[in-house]
């Protein structure tokens, strides 16, 4: 990774990541570590991981852990996330949201177009409809 790139990853991690973790694990009420795959995102989208990756992905978790018995099953069935960026070109088509083996995975572009990223609700509903099947 170029130390651009670097240096605008650490700015993130040390000013959002941590206050972002705190939330979520006070959500779901356990600790959900965040691995963000800062290699696959380009220099211009990393300023966004903030208020577009993380803002929405703690707003979903929020609609899903309304009540004890979410939390339960949402802490049962996720041990950790990773966030991968993917190019603007093409993103509304590949974007995905994946639940395996406790990782929930978001994958997206997120800084470009706002088809190419999901929203708050778009997560919520994807978790509840995963985890109703776990």
């Known amino acids: 990774m170029k130390l651009e ?5 650490k700015v993130i991690e040390d000013q959002y990541l941590e206050g972002y973790q705190k939330e979520i694990n006070e959500i779901v009420g ?5 691995n963000i795959n800062w290699n696959t995102f380009e220099i211009d989208f990393i300023k966004f991981v903030p ?23 949402v802490a ?4 950790s996330i990773e966030v991968y960026c993917i190019p603007n070109e ?6 995905e949201l994946k639940l395996d083996t406790s990782v929930f995975s978001l994958t997206a572009c997120w800084g470009g ?9 778009e997560i919520c509903e994807y978790l509840e409809s995963s985890l109703q099947q776990s």
């Open 5 to 9: 790139k670097e240096k605008a990853a």
């Open 113 to 121: 177009h706002q088809s190419g990223y999901f929203t708050d609700l």
């Open 90 to 95: 093409g993103a509304e088509a590949k974007k």
């Open 30 to 34: 356990k600790e959900i570590p965040i």
């Open 51 to 73: 208020s577009i990756c993380l803002q929405r992905l703690t707003d979903g978790l929020k609609s899903v852990c309304k009540d004890k018995k979410s939390k339960e099953v």
């Open 76 to 79: 049962g069935n996720i041990n």
